[in-house]
């Protein structure tokens, strides 16, 4: 993942990307908040005058391929493991994510992700390569790795580049179609 757990506050994960898998081993009587992106996130206070909503992940891919956590109470989603919203009409603003449709969660795999919730809304391997790049541009700071794998993912512009930006199990089949005349 990305983040650990966001405070209580006004901060921000958008246009955003995680590829590696996520492991927690939490104690036997811990709770354990585990996510793609974020693990947990504390709700802060609606600032209604400047129309903020804090703790804000958006338009961000949980393309990891497994996430796995063992101990205790766990607490497993695509995008973000776990949000506290319950302290008087704080909010979180879950906005525009996405999770590989084939990512496993303890084994499992997610059948209620939407754009706004914890799972975020389904991405297939074809869909990562044809929609992912659109918000990683060069305009936006972002460029395409060239590495030695087919399946290399926007890295920030300007920055030592990380050994294995690639995502190999987000790799498309290719398939033969046979067309017969009659």
């Given amino acids: 993942g990305l983040v650990g757990k966001m405070g209580e506050g006004t901060q921000y994960v958008t246009n955003s990307y995680a590829t590696g898998d996520v492991k927690a081993n939490g104690a036997d009587s811990a709770t354990t908040y585990v996510g793609g992106l974020v693990g947990y996130i504390e709700a ?6 400047l129309g903020i909503n804090p703790n804000r992940i958006s338009y961000c891919y949980a393309l990891n391929e497994k996430i796995t956590a063992n ?10 493991g776990g949000v506290n919203k319950a302290q008087n009409s704080n909010t979180v603003d879950l906005k525009n994510n996405y999770g590989w449709a084939n990512m496993m969660l303890n ?7 939407t754009k706004s919730n914890n799972n975020g809304a389904d ?10 790049f659109g918000p990683f ?3 936006k700071g972002w460029e395409v790795y060239t590495g030695s794998s087919d399946f290399q993912m926007p890295v ?9 930006a690639e995502a190999v199990h987000l790799k498309v089949e290719q398939y033969t179609v046979t067309f017969y005349n009659n």
């Fill in 44 to 49: 802060g206070t609606k600032n209604t005058q």
């Fill in 71 to 80: 101990g205790g109470t766990c607490y497993l989603n695509r995008v973000v």
């Fill in 107 to 113: 084994g499992a795999t997610v059948t209620d992700g």
């Fill in 123 to 132: 991405i297939k391997s074809s869909g990562v390569w044809n929609q992912l």
């Fill in 137 to 139: 541009t060069a305009e």
């Fill in 156 to 164: 920030r512009a300007g920055v030592v580049k990380p050994v294995g």
